[in-house]
């Protein structure tokens, strides 16, 4: 099972190497990290994909909430929220198919940020399984490169 | 150059610390904090540190290795609860203390390790004698910091200390870099401390502590596993008298040992590979397990998937990591010990609970701690017995790792908190001179003896050197088998007794210790036991070394096998 964690973290040096190495040492399995700026100058977020059973999930919020510089830990099952990834990716697409490939990316509303002659570069958010949908149906032509962010999410509804 | 008290830096800064340099700020917060030694060794990236430490009132103690200067640092902690302080130049200084650091992290000591580092714009340019410190010690500190601006050392200092000996205590780093501790202050000092992600949760939870008395109350066979996390919190009284109201059997863990008398007919000693019999049996039997300031580790548990099949169990822990991580509570209390088990006394119900007390006290009886002996050669366990007879199990015990260890928890007898200092968690062997001598220097009028084995005292006896030095009346028994035991325990009851490794020739240890500078001396004979110890411990003129030739085949029992339940112990009955 995945699960989505957000943990605010003071803005240091080393504080993702501190929290990449717990994650290591203790044998948590994690599907993506992000961590970037936020509204306050002195912190940061981290968006944390977990894979693991509710006893899995249950340790790594409190690991996460041992570090020091970690100031809030949020753990997103269960709540109404927003989560978006953002995919480039780079489809074989000669001048005979492409066609079809850009009609795939219209339907999914996504853009296309690069052409070259056999390949185009797909630009493309949305959530983990319009994501995954979209890999699948571009399979076919040929998938040169692949780059993903990971998960960022929010929760619904005003709340912080 | 001197000021007018004769010293070249002045000894207390004026607020806002302006125009000192970082190595007299360093000091100052060290002297705020209430550091009265350091122990350490120097090296070209803390001259200047050193160079202020000259006519400083705090004691330097100098080792003659990084290691043991940690060790020193960690038996002063334990010793007495104040946090150790360690100091270690760049490099090879710094590495030196990680084996230290780990065993602290492990066993939950309050550490502050400061270690020089190069110039900071050579940092990350494979200067002479670098290491990142910060990146090596992260996983093994509770928490650790590069000092970048001398602004901050005051700040860093402060929250340092805060961290290492609140909520669970741990080993913090702070890397110096030698330019910082030369840089002057020109505006003045914030010492306000930012950290604003650690708040240790110290009082518990009224309603979970209701909770708790009340599975307490309802139970029939209920066993108290108390653990280091009482001794730290300083909740012996506390923990006694809720022991007493509810009459409840009580076993320790290695660290927890002296938290409850063990003299006590409730006390069933220590549980766990190497626990009594009757604490083991106590616990798979239990219908309600209630642990304090312990964490369930595998020597303890033993099989997991059979470790107390009918207990309830309650957890109280400062540390929520620790809860339900390898075992799940029932009832979880988060919080300080001592501030649970106040609140927790009037909650609990003296009730009658004979037989339960009646079938603990039938294995207490029928299994006890046992040896034999009457022999030609002195069994170790008879050295350990009649030590706690000959200082009334008043003294403060430090041992290395292996067989010697466990029998100095099984046999000594300890009846108060911080007499056992000891390497729990990393089982780290040579860790006994060096912390007999820092508990020595905490506690100068103790009678501080390490029960040491022959492998490990190996490791650091060089430290004696230091012991001398100061003249310390610290005491070292070495027990002698020519093997390292513990593994030749293991390569004996499951490897056919190829032992592999653990033949362990040893030199002169008597010639050694006169060599050092201090007194030796040896016995092999059961008949002049008693008078050896007593030479031993009435020598006062300095260290002084003890070596017993015992029994090589000597084993430790009981013994849980790994893999096995507790209650499929390795007896070893009297033949």
Redesign the interface.
């Given at each position: 099972m995945k699960h989505v964690i957000t943990a605010l973290v003071q803005n240091q040096p080393g504080v993702l190497a501190h929290i990449s190495g717990m994650f290591a040492a203790r044998g948590f399995n994690i599907d993506s990290l992000v961590v970037g700026r936020t509204e306050d100058a002195d912190l940061s977020r981290m968006t944390i994909v977990v894979i693991g059973d509710d006893y899995v999930l249950e340790q790594v919020r409190k690991q996460l909430g041992k570090v020091i510089p970690v100031v809030k830990v949020r753990d997103f099952t269960n709540t109404e929220n927003v989560q978006r990834d953002l995919l480039l990716i780079r489809v074989h697409a000669p001048a005979e198919k492409r066609p079809a490939v850009v009609d795939l990316v219209n339907l999914f509303r996504g853009r296309v940020a690069d052409v070259a002659r056999s390949s185009v570069v797909i630009e493309l958010t949305g959530t983990e399984d319009k994501i995954e949908a979209f890999i699948d149906l571009v399979r076919p032509y040929g998938i040169r490169e692949l780059a993903r962010t990971g998960v960022i999410a929010m929760l619904r509804g005003g709340r912080k | 150059m001197t000021n007018k008290e004769g010293k070249k830096y002045k000894m207390k800064l004026d607020q806002g610390f302006v125009g000192a340099c970082g190595g007299e700020i360093i000091q100052q917060i060290l002297m705020d904090h209430g550091v009265e030694i350091i122990f350490g060794f120097p090296g070209g990236a803390l001259i200047p540190m050193f160079d202020v430490l000259y006519d400083s009132s705090i004691k330097l103690v100098i080792s003659r290795h990084e290691q043991g200067a940690i060790h020193m640092a960690e038996g002063y902690a334990r010793a007495t609860g104040k946090t150790g302080v360690a100091m270690a130049t760049s490099g090879p200084g710094a590495t030196n203390l990680v084996t230290g650091l780990a065993n602290a992290y492990l066993d939950s000591t309050p550490i502050v390790a400061i270690t020089g580092q190069v110039k900071s714009h050579l940092i990350g340019n494979d200067a002479f004698q670098e290491a990142d410190m910060?990146?090596i010690s992260?996983?093994i500190t509770?928490?650790n910091f590069?000092v970048s601006k001398v602004e901050d050392l005051g700040r860093i200092f402060t929250e340092a200390f805060h961290?290492a000996s609140t909520g669970r205590p741990g080993p913090v780093l702070i890397d110096v870099p030698v330019d910082i501790t030369l840089n002057k202050l020109e505006t003045p000092a914030n010492l306000t401390m930012?950290?604003?992600?650690?708040k240790p949760s110290l009082s518990g939870h009224i309603r979970q502590i209701q909770s708790a008395a009340k599975v307490i109350n309802a139970s029939d066979k209920p066993l108290l596993y108390v653990g280091g996390g009482v001794m730290h919190s300083e909740a012996t009284d506390e923990l006694r008298a809720v022991q007493k109201k509810g009459q409840l059997p009580i076993t320790t863990t290695l660290m927890g040992l002296g938290v409850m008398d063990e003299t006590d007919p409730l006390s069933l000693q220590m549980v766990g590979m190497h626990g009594t019999a009757s604490a083991n049996y106590a616990m798979q039997e239990c219908d309600c397990l209630i642990a304090v300031g312990a964490r369930f580790d595998d020597r303890v548990t033993g099989k997991l998937e059979t470790f107390a099949p009918n207990a309830t169990i309650v957890h109280v822990d400062i540390?929520?990591?620790s809860i339900?991580?390898v075992v799940k509570a029932d009832v979880p209390v988060v919080g300080d010990a001592k501030d649970i088990l106040a609140k927790m006394v009037d909650l609990i119900e003296a009730r009658d609970r004979t037989p339960w007390l009646e079938r603990i006290a039938a294995w207490k009886r029928e299994y006890p701690l046992a040896y034999q002996y009457g022999g030609e050669v002195i069994k170790p366990q008879a050295v350990i017995e009649k030590l706690g007879e000959l200082t009334d199990h008043d003294a403060v015990i430090a041992t290395g790792v292996g067989q010697h260890q466990m029998w100095a928890a099984q046999f000594f007898k300890f009846r108060k908190p911080r007499q056992i200092i000891t390497s729990g968690g990393l089982g780290t062997m040579g860790f006994g001179v060096p912390a007999a001598i820092g508990a020595q220097f905490a506690c100068p009028d103790a009678t501080v003896v390490d029960i040491d084995g022959d492998g490990s005292f190996s490791m650091t006896m060089v430290e004696i050197i230091t012991a001398v030095q100061h003249g310390l009346r610290v005491k070292f028994i070495v027990l002698d088998n020519e093997y390292l035991g513990m593994v030749r325990q293991w390569q004996e009851m499951f490897f056919d007794k190829r032992y592999s490794g653990t033949v362990h020739p040893c030199p002169d240890f008597v010639k050694v210790a006169e060599g050092f500078g201090a007194k030796g001396i040896r016995v092999s004979d059961p008949a002049k036991l008693t008078d050896a110890l007593k030479e031993l411990l009435d020598y006062n003129d300095g260290p002084a070394v003890l070596v017993v030739a015992v029994d090589p085949e000597e084993n430790v029992y009981p013994m849980v096998p790994a893999g096995k339940s507790l209650h499929e112990m390795e007896l070893g009955r009297l033949a």
């Open positions: - | 910060t990146g992260r996983p509770k928490h590069l961290i930012r950290i604003p992600g650690y540390d929520p990591t339900s991580k």
